[in-house]
C-alpha cells in the first residue's frame, strides 16, 4: 500500500483516509482504524465476524483507498498448497524445462510479488497443509518454491483473512500459530439504523418506515429461540429487491402484506440455520416473525361498499 509503511510509526496517509472510508463502509469506523493501523505498522490481521457485516466490502475499500493490489482467495478444502502458491506448466516445461518463466503464479506468489493485500476469506475452511504456507510467509516474509527458489515479499505486502467463528461445518480450529501471527479484529452486526442505511444504499427505492421493519424482521431471525443462524443483513436487501419486482409483476405495491410476505419467505427462509432439537420449519419461523412485524393480513375489501365480503 503506497499510504503504509513497514514499520510502526506515524504516516499521514492512514488517518486522512479514515473519514473517507467512513463515509462509504457503514457503522465500521473503529474496525476501518483498527485495520489500517494495522496494515500501517506491518502486522498481518485476521478479521472475525458472521457473513454479512462487511469483511470483504471493508478490505476492498482499504485496499482501494492505498492504490495497493488486491488479490482474492476463497478458502475452501480444496485449497491446496500448489493453487496457493502456483505451479509449473506441465507442457512448458517439457519444452523449457523448470525455469521462472514456466512457473505460473498463485495468488500467495501474486500478492508477494506485487506488495499486494492478500485477502483469504474463509480461512478456517482451509486444509491445515495449506494454512502451514500461510505461516511459512508471515513468518519469513518470503517463500521457498521448490525448482523455482525463494520469492521474498515485496514491500506492502499483507496477509488479511477473514473467518466466521460460528460456522462449525466443514471447518477446522485456528491454530495458535496463527493467532500468534496475526492482529485479531471482531466485526458483529452493525446497528439496526446502520443496516437500515446499508439497505438504503443498495437496495431499491421504497418507503423509510417499511424498509425498517424489513430491516427489524431480518434482525429478529437472530435472536429467535429456534434459530442457531440467522440472517445477515443481505437478506434484508433481498427482501426489499424481491418485494419490489414482485410488485411490479402482480401489479401492486412492495409494502403490499402479502406480497411482502411472499418476498421475505424466499429471501429468508433459506438463510436462516434452526436448531437441530427445534423441530420446526423455517418458513414457520419466518411466518411467526412476518406477524410480529407487520401484523396479520388484512382481510380483502368489498370492491364496491369497501366492506369485507359478506358484511352488509
Excluded at 10 to 16: A, E, F, K, L, M
Excluded at 118 to 137: M, Q
Excluded at 183 to 211: F, H, K, L, N, T
Excluded at 225 to 248: F, T, Y
Aim: charged residues 25%; hydrophobic residues 40%.
Amino acid at each position: 500500500m503506497t499510504a503504509l509503511s513497514a514499520d510502526c510509526g506515524p504516516v499521514s496517509g492512514p488517518q486522512s483516509a479514515v473519514p473517507l472510508l467512513a463515509a462509504d463502509v457503514v457503522g465500521r469506523r473503529r474496525e476501518i482504524e483498527l485495520l489500517l493501523a494495522g496494515l500501517d505498522c506491518g502486522a498481518h490481521v485476521v478479521l472475525e465476524g458472521p457473513p454479512g457485516t462487511g469483511k470483504t466490502t471493508l478490505l476492498r475499500a482499504v485496499a482501494e483507498a492505498g492504490g495497493s493490489p488486491f488479490v482474492f482467495v476463497e478458502g475452501n478444502a480444496e485449497l491446496t498448497p500448489a493453487r496457493l502458491v502456483g505451479q509449473f506448466d506441465p507442457s512448458r516445461v517439457l519444452a523449457e524445462g523448470y525455469v521462472p518463466e514456466t512457473f505460473v503464479d498463485g495468488p500467495l506468489i501474486e500478492a508477494l510479488r506485487t506488495g499486494g493485500l492478500l485477502y483469504v476469506e474463509e480461512v478456517n475452511r482451509i486444509p491445515e497443509e495449506t494454512l502451514n504456507v500461510l505461516i511459512t510467509v508471515m513468518s519469513e516474509a518470503e517463500l521457498h518454491v521448490p525448482r523455482l527458489g525463494r520469492v521474498r515479499a515485496a514491500d506492502g505486502f499483507r496477509l488479511v483473512a477473514a473467518m466466521n467463528p460460528f460456522d462449525a461445518v466443514g471447518t477446522a480450529r485456528i491454530s495458535s500459530a496463527i493467532y500468534d501471527r496475526v492482529c485479531r479484529i471482531v466485526m458483529g452486526y452493525q446497528s439496526q439504523a446502520e443496516e437500515s442505511d446499508i439497505v438504503a444504499r443498495r437496495g431499491p427505492s421504497v418507503p423509510a418506515e417499511w424498509r425498517d421493519q424489513v430491516v427489524d424482521l431480518v434482525r429478529r431471525t437472530r435472536e429467535h429461540a429456534d434459530v442457531r443462524v440467522g440472517s445477515s443483513v443481505r437478506g434484508a436487501i433481498d427482501v426489499v429487491r424481491l418485494a419490489v419486482s414482485l410488485a411490479r409483476i402482480r401489479g401492486g405495491s412492495a409494502t403490499d402484506w402479502r406480497i411482502g410476505h411472499d418476498a421475505a419467505m424466499a429471501a429468508l427462509s433459506g438463510r436462516i440455520g434452526l436448531h437441530e432439537s427445534s423441530g420446526r420449519t423455517a418458513e414457520s419461523v419466518i411466518d411467526e416473525l412476518y406477524v410480529a412485524v407487520f401484523g396479520t393480513e388484512s382481510p380483502p375489501q368489498d370492491s364496491e361498499s369497501g366492506d369485507p365480503p359478506g358484511e352488509a
